[in-house]
């Protein structure tokens, strides 16, 4: 019998009620690992600025990755240690650059995480950041091939076995991000770092993720506890940098890996009711127990019943972590309800 294998999805930029801020899903992601033998989840769900939680059982897995993972393509080989390259956007200013280097420095020096000399790209990444008609935020790069030479060069000269990307992100003052900070909006940032890491990911298959570069913000008492990581200092990269440390690595079936995770051993997936449309979830629907939470609201609209994804729906992540107990018991969980009906013939 395989570990008991979970899967905790809350796609990036899409106004999640709980996982759309910072690092606000990883209590979830706690909680369901203590209940689970391995926890499978993305950097949106355990990133919180300079926030984190390591947790054993727990694989840190790109969106593209996983993605890929869900289809079967790639399986997850666990490791110690990565040892991670840091990818630098030449348009950060001198000083903004050198903090990033001291948190870097830090993160050696007082986590022992295993760095590469760092690579500033040859052109400025020009970041622009984009808003859907639903809400959800997205963005564009103007310079991905700058992006991928650096990136290359980390992994042929530096050794990097893992890409920790700090892009400069436009300062923004509008009322979308003052409603962030006040826990009633979208991350505005989150869909143009997915598609810095996706680039990565799809074109070197070794585990990336993004900490932006902006301006501090000025000081507002009214920041909701949600966003507050955000606000502790001049950089997001440490919780990047701690969890790329130990992200598995992507295979193929072709390559060997005697502890390798593949996607037909995962038992349940979780994810926000209304975002079910994405590639894993299709792909997990055939293969796993898909649990729905209905509480976890988001600002796009993509419900299972009208793809004919068959799921358990729970009002909440407190639901949720019952109906995982139960089947890691081997319980049904619609047992432990005092009204049960009676068998019919069929």
């Known amino acids: 019998m395989s570990p ?7 796609p990036t930029g899409v106004g999640a009620a709980i996982g759309g801020y910072a690092g606000d899903a990883l209590p979830v992601a706690k909680a369901i690992a203590q209940i689970s ?20 059982n727990t694989y840190y897995v790109e969106g593209y990755g996983l ?6 393509d790639w399986g997850l080989s666990p490791v110690r240690q990565n040892k991670i390259g840091l990818l630098l956007d030449c348009a950060i200013e001198p000083e903004l650059r050198l903090r990033h280097l001291q948190a870097a420095d830090a993160a050696r020096a007082t986590l ?20 859907a008609d639903s809400g959800a ?25 893992a890409i ?16 962030y900070r006040h826990g009633s909006g979208v991350d505005h940032l989150a869909g143009a770092e ?21 301006s501090p913000l000025t000081v507002d008492p009214e920041v909701s506890p949600r966003a507050a990581a955000e606000e502790l200092g001049y950089t997001f990269l440490p919780c990047v940098l701690v969890g790329l440390s130990r992200a598995p690595q992507f295979i ?11 996607s037909d051993e995962v038992d349940i997936v979780v994810v926000p009711y209304t975002a079910c449309g994405g590639s894993a979830i299709l792909n997990f629907a055939n293969q796993a127990q898909i649990i729905a939470v209905t509480n976890n609201t988001t600002k796009i609209q993509v419900p299972p019943e009208p793809l004919g994804i068959k799921v358990t729906k729970v009002d909440s992540y407190l639901e949720a972590l019952g109906v995982i107990a139960a089947r890691r018991a081997g319980v049904d969980f619609r047992m432990l309800n005092p009204y049960i009906s009676a068998l019919e013939s069929l």
Do not use: C
């Open 4 to 10: 008991f294998t979970v899967v905790l999805i809350v």
């Open 164 to 179: 920790a990307v700090v892009a400069r992100f436009p300062d923004d003052a509008s009322e979308s991000l003052q409603n």
């Open 252 to 262: 193929t079936e072709q390559s060997h890996s005697r502890n390798a995770i593949w």
């Open 112 to 131: 022992g995480i295993d760095l590469t000399n760092y690579v500033v790209t040859d052109a400025p990444l020009e970041v622009e950041l984009r808003t």
């Open 194 to 214: 997915a598609v810095i890491s996706h680039l990565i990911v799809r074109q070197f298959q070794i585990p990336a993720a993004h900490a932006p570069a902006l």
């Open 137 to 161: 935020s997205w963005g564009t790069l103007g310079n991905p091939g700058s992006l991928l030479r650096a990136a290359e060069k980390l992994i042929k000269q530096g050794g990097a076995e």
């Open 67 to 72: 993605d890929r993972f869900a289809a079967q």
């Open 37 to 56: 033998d391995r926890l499978i989840t993305h950097p949106n769900v355990l990133n919180g600025a300079q926030l984190y939680w390591p947790l054993d």
